[in-house]
């Protein structure tokens, strides 16, 4: 801290100090606000100045002055006796309609507690013969008693003697209009409300200043410009308030002044001349914000040349760290890295990081020029930048080509996707039609042809690649390139084993068809293609399970990454401030049971599909184990519309960004909060598209065809709940009553009524009613779907409920009349007829069979049941069984 700012401050300090003290005697208590209703009685009042100077108090007239209490007239006294005075208080008592004894008893209490000095008591004896007579003895016999001087006076002429009448009131014979509730809420009002705002004024400056003069100047350039701000803010709401009180105090000043303004002779009576003076304080406030301007000015300067400070050091990490030593993790960020340089590099050439860089080093010196407080520490870096700027130019060229060095490998592993592609040419050759002289040359040529073309894009010996790439290879760079050449390698060997076999077939003689038994070679050769084919089904079958392994590790990195980046983010005190409303407390809602889907696949099934890492073929067991747990995946599907809906409405609040920042992702959370869902689904890809297809014969394959049926009624499960939960208007109780949901689709359905020996159909019998069909358990559901609005997973359809019937009270007609995709459901003894028709005959079939299902098993359960309660019963359907019955009319077709 400079002397400078020490003699500013205390300067100010002192002006704040004084102007408080000042204020503090004008506002010490009682103020008239306090005691208003004591003064108002009126029993004393102020009226003017004598000769000499003295305040004069006036105590007129009031019959009821005995009745005044030591407190009421303590008070007022106080009050008035508290304008400034060197020579004493006049008293004026205007007793005359009083007797002389209210006359000795006001002397008495006066010169008992008088609170001021006094120079001169004036009374205005009692008037009538009798008690003037008594006041005239009386006087002079108890004048020793009252130990002030007393004049009697017998008129107001007399008076008039003592005091200039223009100090005077009217009643007086004075020249003063005087009001006395006008001369209350002047001074309530006006000079005690602006004496109170100038001393709070003051002290808020004050204690204002003394904060700008403990600040710490911080070391962040944020919290620098935050300070900056707030400060900044802080002090024009100061001068605000300064304004306000200066504005307050000058229309009062006019207000006070404005006699004079109308008669230039006028004189002002001491009262107008003690508020003219306690307004005439503006300019000490005046002085006071000048000094404050003197501080905040130096104070300002010093917050700015320390965001400065802080611009400058951050610029000089800048441009001190400026390096690009990263090789990227694959061939497009590599290229973006290349991109940057390259654009670095433009920049260079045309001056601005080098201008920069100069620039800075000159503001630097620029700062040391004006006396910066931080001098030491600004001049070893403007050294220090000149000479960065000197061999940053030199520098470029050879980080280009470190840059272009790891490109150009990358670009090498980025070809070597050529082994995949062999590994599936090597799997989708026949090996029936490889058993044929032909079959196998085609196969070899083909073999080598692609060989042959993907020659360029093999990556030659370690040796060689750690040799030539020595300069870039960071450890994982050098772990990327083995895993790549030893898939190569593995690649090759498989190539290598499947030409010899084919070599050898294709080395066989063609021999003319003749009835003798095969010979021993051929079987050898046929269990020779075998026993290939099986080894290359097993290594695409590795190859997968390699696949299946890695992606679910990484899934389990996204996972947790997710949780500790965004979720535990949302109870982290620091960036509560970032949180928006509608997000508050709403973590559950927008991650749902991910933590639960994470601790699944972290603690069981990463380890346990870690086990057959040598054994793929029968990875399916694996599934069958967990398949009740993969279940979870059903509660987070059922939440992602929720999930969704919340995530549009807060996706662009400060929150979301400065979590993305940090972990440096390139896209937002919705990609991340998407990767359970695209994760339970890639199971059933890889166990259908791959797993199963390349394990036909071996001993797991049945339980991968098992796995891929649990998992495929798992995504089912979910979809078709995700259905169910779209229902709404249903209010026939609770829907989970209905039993579990067996199928849903939309069919186009037609409605006939049995009335006595007619049959009505609706009146839009030639148009359809599209109806969405749920069929429970224990009830068939007719809804309307609506109109799928919104985007992502809140484009999902709705439905209407209209209509349910009862399983245990339907009956049904596989095939109607003139189309084989339509089917009927009649309840009642078909006096309420549904006409359905599916889309496809297929999908008619199936529900056909599906609802057959439902009421056979209800059939044989009322079976049961009967012959539970009576054995002597003779078997057959009971009252409730009516509508499975066939109708007359419809005997020629078949129906249950």
Known sequence: ISLEEVERFYKFSCRCHWLCEIMQLDTNPPRAADITADL????????GRGDNGSPIIVFPEFPAFGEITDREFHNVLTYLTSVPTDVGFILVIDRRQDRWAAVKGTLLRIAGSFPGNLQLVLVLRPTTLLQRTLSDILFKFNKDEFKMKVIMLSSVSELHSYIDRTQLTRELGGMQDYCHEKWISHRTQAIEGFALMVKRTAQTLQSFGTELAETELPNEIQTTTVLLSTHTSKRDKMKEDILVALDQGSRLLESINEPVMRDPDHNMNQDELENLATVQLLSQLDETERAFDEFWVRHQTKLEQCLQLRHFEHNYREEKLVTFSEVGISPAHADHIFCELTSFEERVCLQEVLDRASALSREGDELIQKSHYAEDSIQPKCSELRAISESLSCSLSTKKDYLLRAMELHRR???SKWVDDGIYLLASQPVDKCQSHEGAELALQELERYLDNAGQNQMTELDAIWKEYEEVLSQQFREQVEKVYQKQTSMQEMFDKRKISLKKLAAKQTRPVQPVAPRPEA???????SQSEEEENLAVLRH????????????VEELLCVLQGYASEMDNPAMS???PAPLQNKKEVLFGNMPEIYHFHKRTFLRELELYTDCPELVGRCFLERMTDLQIYEKYCHNKPRSESLWRQCSDCAFFQECQKKLEHKLGLDSYLLKPVQRITKYQLLLKQEMLKYSKGCDGADDLQEALTSILGILKAVNDSMHLIAITGFEQGNMSELGKLLMQGSFSVWTEHKKGHAKVKDLARFKPMQRHLFLHEKALLFCKRREENGEGYEKAPSYSFKQSLSMNAVGFTENAKGD??????WSSSREEVYIVQAPTAEVKTTWVNEIRKV???????????????SLDEHDGYSSAEEPLNSDPEEENHKKL
């Not at 108002?40 to 009226?47: E, G, M, P």
């Not at 079987?523 to 293609?529: E, F, I, Q, V």
């Not at 997968?544 to 899934?555: D, G, I, K, Q, S």
């Not at 009421?855 to 309660?869: F, I, V």
């Open 577 to 579: 401030h970032l949180i």
């Open 544 to 555: 997968v399970m390699n696949e299946l392994l890695e992606t679910e590790r990484a899934y």
């Open 413 to 415: 592993l980025e070809r």
């Open 820 to 825: 084989n995709k339509k089917f009927e459901i």
């Open 523 to 529: 079987d050898g050769g046929s269990r020779h293609a």
């Open 40 to 47: 108002r009685k009126q029993f004393a009042f102020l009226s």
């Open 855 to 869: 009421l056979t098993t209800q059939l044989e359960a009322c079976r049961w049941n009967k012959t539970s309660l």
